[in-house]
């Protein structure tokens, strides 16, 4: 890296690191210093001499060049952390398009220091044995979370309060009436923060030895062990590369991660699982504790700042090999990284919705890359993107194809809305549906009714038909937009901004029955008490888990079978496991699948995956209602039977067919302005540079276009799209947009960027 001048942080915490300095580089150093080089320089009026990191090296003096100070020296021991921190910062800098601060900050962890805390914990006051009879007691009296505590304890006699109330579900007043009786004790702790923010960690060292790998390790199967054993190759061989374990769930795959990350750890090196936040159940932990002991930490979102910075520095000390947790967990500090693993893989919350817009399965392999560790993606339903990359050899695919742990797949019925109305049923729930939802009502059995909203936008289709209104260009659902004054609503593109009147008869069959689609989890709760006065219904959805620990509540009134039939939205497919839900009904699969981008099908095949993935966890064999007005639309087709391959060939041929990802790439440009006019403008400039710029280079730009929010909080929002074979020339584009934003001097937070972005603006 040349330049003659260095931009330099003093000091690596997240408060500081918005205050870079500028220092000449002596001819001396010049050519030696890179990003993340540890120099010493003079600082402050006293130019007392103090230790610095590279952040940036520049041709550009922000100043006048005499001014500046000269760095004094480079410290040779100025690797590690740090230097990891920034040299992944600059990566992602450049390649998603933010400030260096913004990036800086994304990696840095938060570094504060605060009092030790004090935490609750639950010690049960009889033995094993007695607290397994007193489970079974409250089992037969049908008082679940009592039954749910006193088991748990007999495993593990001391269990943190946290992790009681929260992932048990247990209410206090349960524990409190437990503790009257005398079962229980509530006891004040003083801890030095646990790695493990549930508290876990407690409750383990008292119930079992800590750190081993005997007793709870399953024996692989030949499928799985192969698996382990080629990865296993290629790391003792030295070869590093991406991998992909496509498996449908309870196929053994979490299985396989412990295994590696086993051998892995045996080997010296440590290792990073994420999981989806909503994913990170006690089950699942639990495992990994089983397997780990106190070698493990856990990240989440709702860790104090203190607890991350513990975890944070137990991690750089090495006095952890694994920690588990969402996207952030990624910048965990460990010098000897060795191993990544992704859960999930194809999980949009992987994608940062702030600048800088990263992907941490890319932040993971360029992570793994610059510390020869091996990066391991796993998933029922890949993504698209790494499934391609797959069939191109580019990672390596692994599959596993049965579920080990007995559990049937449901039986899967796809109902036609269009049919119901046609013999005159206009109900929100089609009959097949409404005859199983009796049927489980008098069997005592629960039942979860989907609402797949995720992406929603409003399309308009008819119910006659089918039919749904597209861009004649983009080939994405139209979306309804409201109309002003009393007119009648547009009907608008969210990509190139094309907009049409809203249709009055549908182009196909004519029937008036074209219609905005319209339908929330409130109105099917109320339409469930209609049709069935006697069952006890749960909602949950934005307005219902508004408050702190609604989600949790809901979902414990659920477990401890309070109620028997659940309404959802997208939050209540994932990760829960309810032994004695028999029955999902999704109710219009047709709410995702047109949600106006290139991803809708794909988001939809998944969310159905996922949701037959909730019927039938346990002995009781589990049924599929999938309604919806397109039941020959390949997604649905092939969802019904969990045919990945068969999805993935159709909607690959769509994305080749519109250069969508992962066909090609696509960059999204977002422009934000305080002022009407001149975020269209400046949208405007923007796209005619680059159509001047990149003319004849087979640069295809969509747009500009008022994004599908207009304005949110007194910003207007304008968008235009580029797509190219090539990633590396939309990268060329974005250095030279902000190469001219930097010349004209806007605001750095004006424009952002979105590569392959998951959703359409
Ligand atoms: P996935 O991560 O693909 O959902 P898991 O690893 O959780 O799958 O495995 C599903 C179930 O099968 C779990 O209960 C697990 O304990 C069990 N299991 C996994 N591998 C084996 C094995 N080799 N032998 C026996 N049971 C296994
Ligand atoms: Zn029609
Ligand atoms: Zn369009």
Not at 62 to 68: F, G, R, W
Not at 493 to 514: D, F, M, N, T, V
Not at 618 to 643: C, F, K, M, N, W
Request: proline residues 3%; charged residues 25%; contains cysteine.
């Amino acid at each position: 890296m040349t330049g003659r001048f260095a931009n330099i942080i003093v000091d690596i915490s997240h408060e500081k690191v918005d205050r870079p300095f500028q220092y000449r580089i002596p001819e001396v150093l010049q050519g030696k210093l890179t990003v993340g080089t540890a120099v010493m320089i003079p600082f402050g009026a006293g130019n007392k001499r103090i230790k610095g990191y590279v952040m940036e090296i520049t041709d550009i003096a922000a100043y006048d060049e005499a001014k500046l100070k000269a760095v004094d020296s480079v410290i040779e021991d100025g690797v590690g952390a740090q230097a990891d921190a920034l040299r992944l910062a600059w990566w992602i800098k450049e390649h998603y398009g933010s400030t260096m601060i913004a990036a800086l900050k994304t990696v840095l962890p938060v570094k504060r220091t605060l009092k030790p805390a004090v935490k609750k914990i639950i010690c049960c006051r009889v033995d094993a044995a007695s607290a397994l009879a007193h489970g079974a007691e409250y089992e037969a009296k049908r008082q679940k979370a009592k039954a749910r505590l006193m088991r748990a304890l007999a495993g593990q006699p001391v269990l943190p309060q946290a992790l009681v109330t929260g992932k048990l579900h247990v209410s206090t007043q349960t524990i409190q009436a437990l503790a009257r009786d005398g079962l229980i004790a509530v006891r004040e702790q003083n801890t030095v923060r646990s790695s493990l923010p549930e508290g876990l960690e407690d409750g383990w060292q008292e119930g079992a030895p800590s750190g081993t790998s005997q007793g709870t390790k399953k024996e692989l199967s030949p499928h799985q062990a192969e698996i382990v054993t080629q990865i296993m190759q290629d790391f003792d061989a030295g070869v590093r590369q991406t991998y992909l374990l496509h498996g449908v769930t309870g196929s053994g795959k979490t299985e396989v991660y412990m295994e590696l990350i086993d051998r892995v750890i045996r080997q010296g090196r440590q290792a990073i699982v994420l999981i989806p936040e909503i994913a990170l159940t006690y089950q699942t932990l639990l495992r990994f504790y089983r397997r780990f002991g106190s070698r493990v930490s856990v990240m989440n979102s709702r860790l104090s700042a203190g607890e991350r910075s513990d975890q944070l520095a137990r991690a750089r000390n090495g006095d952890i090999d694994i920690v588990i947790g969402p996207r952030s967990a990624l910048f965990t500090p460990f010098e000897r990284l060795g191993l990544v693993i992704i859960d999930e893989e194809h999980e949009s919350s992987y994608k940062s919705e702030n600048m800088p817009k990263y992907h941490a399965r890319e932040v993971a392999e360029a992570l793994c890359g610059m510390k020869g560790a091996s990066l391991l993606l796993g998933s029922a339903t890949p993504s698209l993107v790494s499934y391609y990359r797959a069939k191109k050899g580019e990672i390596r695919l692994f599959e596993l194809k049965e579920r080990l742990a007995g559990g049937q797949l449901p039986k899967v019925y796809v109902e036609d809305l269009r049919e119901e109305l046609r013999q005159g049923n206009r109900s929100i729930f089609s009959r097949r549906l409404q005859a199983l939802l009796a049927d489980r009502l008098e069997k005592g059995e629960q039942s979860i009714l989907f609402l797949n909203r995720r992406g929603y936008a409003g399309f308009v289709s008819c119910r006659a038909c089918g039919y749904v209104m597209k861009c004649p260009h983009c080939d994405v659902s139209l979306s309804e937009h409201a109309g002003r004054d009393g007119r009648e609503g547009r009907m608008v593109c969210h990509y190139c901004g094309y907009e049409a009147e809203r249709a009055r008869l549908c182009p196909q069959c004519g029937s008036k029955y074209i219609l905005g689609f319209r339908a929330g989890t409130q109105q099917i709760e109320e339409l469930l008490h209609r049709d069935f006065p006697g069952a006890r219904i749960l909602r949950m959805d934005a307005d219902t888990t508004r408050s702190k620990d609604s989600y949790e509540r809901i979902l414990s009134q659920f477990a401890n079978e309070e109620a028997d039939i659940l309404v959802g939205t997208q939050m209540i497919v994932k990760g829960h496991d309810f032994a004695k839900v028999t029955l999902v009904g999704v109710l219009a699969a047709d709410m995702s699948l047109y949600a106006g981008d290139y991803r809708a099908a794909e988001r939809t095949f998944q969310l159905l995956t996922q949701a037959a993935g909730r019927a039938g966890r346990s002995a009781l064999a589990g049924e599929v209602v999938i309604q919806t007005y397109q039941p020959e639309h390949y997604t649905i087709v092939h969802a019904s039977h969990q045919d990945y391959e068969a999805f993935y060939e159709e909607e690959m041929a769509y994305r080749d067919l519109m250069r969508y990802p992962p066909a090609a790439h696509m960059m999204a440009v977002l422009i934000l302005s305080a002022d009407e006019l001149a975020g269209a403008e400046h949208a405007q400039l923007l796209a005619d540079r680059v159509k001047r710029a990149f003319d004849g280079k087979d640069v295809q730009l969509v747009g500009p276009s008022a994004a599908a929010v207009g304005r949110i909080n007194d910003i207007y929002r304008n968008v235009f799209y580029i797509k190219h074979r090539e990633y590396q020339v939309l990268v060329e584009i974005k250095d030279a947009l902000e190469l001219y934003m930097n010349q004209a001097q806007w605001e750095t937070d004006s424009v952002q960027f979105d590569f392959n972005p998951m959703n359409s603006y």
